[in-house]
């Protein structure tokens, strides 16, 4: 009798980045992200059905795949020696492979134990073994970790996130195991603040943040339905008529990742970034550090050397306005506060 070998399952298109209508800040900032990965992440706000997990997912699937180590359970790169996991470094030969970049989703009610890693239990009661079974830090390696509602994340759930996003490392020590291995991904962030605050360790921690509403005008909303209708109609005709959008729009990430490193903040563009944030009244140093990365990161995006005013007043209020103290005499919202500070400060 003739074997069957069950069929691999068709990998769905991804809605293309390119053809995500308006919502111009959230993807200018996952492009900024993407460039710098070490920037700290994207936290998106605001209201349901406005495409935040839709341009999470076209992001990853614009970039182009990664390569990795054979038979890795980190997708450890081969081309960095000193991030290499244990098994890795001790691995004789390490073979290269292909991977896509990996968008994990990290679901409000995940327990401990499945975000870092446990004891691999069938493997220790069939063979008497104790090994590791990976969690969702080890999948997100070099990826994206996306957690949806993220204002409604459990205290221990984020206290762990914060130790992993400070150190770049996972390490988990239970019924008899220790296991360190490298987790640095972007993490992203999104949730509607009427369900409740984010704390303000995490909250500092997230690069840029980023505020999306419902589209007001009538032709906007109408150019989303027809795109999304035409989507879920044919997938795959779609995706071939943005072809060559999402072609340009990797052709740009990927030559502003080789040209950041060239990128050159001068002087005059510091003094600004500081000024601004002493104007604003931002605890700590790290909004100007966000402020002057989020700046490279935009200059090599549009193929420039060097980080202008320019660069600073379109990027101020991603990486600054999560960073404000609340003024009990100032009700504005914290975009207009950042706007009217750039108005004083950095007048066009």
Known sequence: MRSRRAA???????????????QDEMKLALLIAA????????????????????????????????????????????????????ACRAAPRRVAITVPVPVVDLPLGATEDRVTGAL??????????????????????????????????????VDLLLD??????NVVEREGISIRHPARFVLIGSGNPEE????PQLTDRFGLAVEVRTPQDLPTRIEVVKRRDSFDRDPKRFCAAWAKEEAATRKRLLAARRLLPKVRVPEAALEAATRLC????????????TLMRAARALAALDGDREVTLDHLRRIASPALR??????????????????RALAEVLPA
């Open 8 to 22: 691999k399952p068709v990998a769905r298109p991804v809605f293309p980045f390119s053809a995500i209508v308006g």
């Open 35 to 86: 460039v710098d990965p070490a920037l700290g992440g994207v936290l998106v706000f605001g209201d349901r059905g406005t495409g935040k997990s839709t341009t999470v997912r076209a992001l990853a699937a614009l970039l182009p795949p990664m390569k990795a180590v054979a038979g890795c359970s980190f997708a450890c790169d081969p081309a960095r020696p000193a991030q290499l996991c244990e």
């Open 120 to 157: 691999d239990i069938e493997r220790a009661l069939a063979e008497g073994v104790k090994a590791f079974e990976p969690g969702l830090l080890a999948r997100a390696h070099r990826g994206f970790l996306y957690i949806d509602e993220v204002n409604l994340l459990e205290d221990h759930l």
């Open 164 to 169: 992993v996003a400070a150190s770049g490392e």
């Open 196 to 199: 409740g605050e984010l704390r």
């Open 278 to 289: 002493l104007a604003l009244g931002t605890d700590g140093l790290r909004g100007e550090l």
């Open 322 to 339: 999560h960073r404000l103290r609340r003024d009990p005499l100032d009700e504005s919202v914290a975009a207009t506060r950042v706007e």
